[in-house]
């Protein structure tokens, strides 16, 4: 039924306010209209009710949603080729023709209903932050300041950390952008970008879109405890040393990819028909990296 289903998509936060106002309302008015009738000498456990009902969810909301690691070997995320083929495209992504670019596509979507956008300009925020945090084999300390996300990360191992918030809404056709930079870490073994549909927690599945900074780009899916991959694909638009602005368009199936404004392929996939939206960074080897996230947006296809 359609509010079992808007229901499962509510936020906890939005539910428990919800219900603390309602039970708010019932110890005030004493009743609803002949249908449901309080006595008085229960007005008061409704308010005490409320009470703790909408100050349980306010709590949650602000408190920041803890990050998670994939738990995933990326190792068989190989890194990206330090001297690389030819520019192509790799099996299964198809690279459009300029007249094919869907350039209006991407002029339409920028312009969808924004569900969230983000310029890092405070510390109030859902976003994950930690201080020296240690995620399986890496340390991490992720903070937003000068109007920046920053990820410094220690990598003891190839892994992988995100940031996806429990509390974002889960969608099917989608636009998402953000403007990120390796700061320093290795360029070919530092990937680092979107992460799409992500389902569960911490991550039961999803899919990245990461580049790195010795210009390979790569669309990738985690599900089922594997890695499926398509790429390394060379991209000269990638700017090294510099922000790179991602951003992506999803219209059920089919994902299209933009890298800095220009058109670089799309695949069809059925794997993870909706999710939620967040960043994600990894390492192919053992080392010390830092990435910088700014001007994130998430806008939703009008029904």
């Known amino acids: 039924m359609e509010w079992i289903r808007l229901l499962k998509e509510t936020p906890v936060p939005t539910i428990l306010i919800l219900a603390g106002i309602f039970f708010l309302l019932l110890a005030v008015a004493g009743g609803i209209a002949g249908k449901i009738n309080i006595l008085p000498g229960r007005q008061g456990i409704s308010l005490g009710i409320g009470v703790i009902l909408l100050l349980v969810g306010i709590i949650i909301y602000l408190v920041p949603t803890p990050a998670r690691s994939t738990a995933a070997p990326t190792s068989t995320l190989t890194p990206a080729p330090t001297t690389g083929p030819s520019e ?29 956008k983000d310029v890092f300009s405070g510390s109030e925020t859902n976003w994950c932050q930690e201080e ?11 903070r937003i300041s000068d109007g ?23 969608l099917n056709d989608f636009y998402a952008a953000v403007d990120a930079k390796l700061v320093s870490g290795p360029s070919s073994n530092v990937h680092y ?4 549909r992500v389902v569960g927690d911490p991550g039961d599945g999803f899919y990245v879109l990461i580049i790195t900074d010795n210009q390979y780009w790569r669309f990738a899916r985690w599900l089922g405890k594997e890695w499926k991959a398509w790429g390394w694909i060379l991209a000269k638009g990638i700017h090294t040393g510099e922000y790179n602005r991602l951003e992506i368009v999803a219209e059920g199936t089919r994902f299209h990819f933009y890298i800095n404004g220009a058109s670089a392929g ?17 390492n192919g080897t053992a080392a010390e990296a830092v990435v910088d996230f700014d001007n994130f947006e998430l806008r939703k296809k009008p029904e």
């Open 148 to 170: 920046k996300y920053r990820w410094q990360l220690k990598f003891n191992s190839p892994l992988s950390l995100y940031c996806a918030p429990m509390g974002r809404e889960s």
């Open 88 to 116: 192509g495209i790799a099996p299964g992504v198809v690279q459009p023709k300029p007249s094919e670019g869907r350039l209006d596509l991407l002029s339409t979507a920028r312009g969808w209903p924004t569900v969230e």
């Open 193 to 196: 970008g979107l992460q799409l």
């Open 266 to 282: 799309y695949y069809d996939d059925d794997a993870i028909p909706l999710g939620r939206t967040g960043l994600f960074v990894e």
């Open 132 to 142: 020296g945090t240690t995620f399986d084999q890496l340390v991490s300390t992720r």
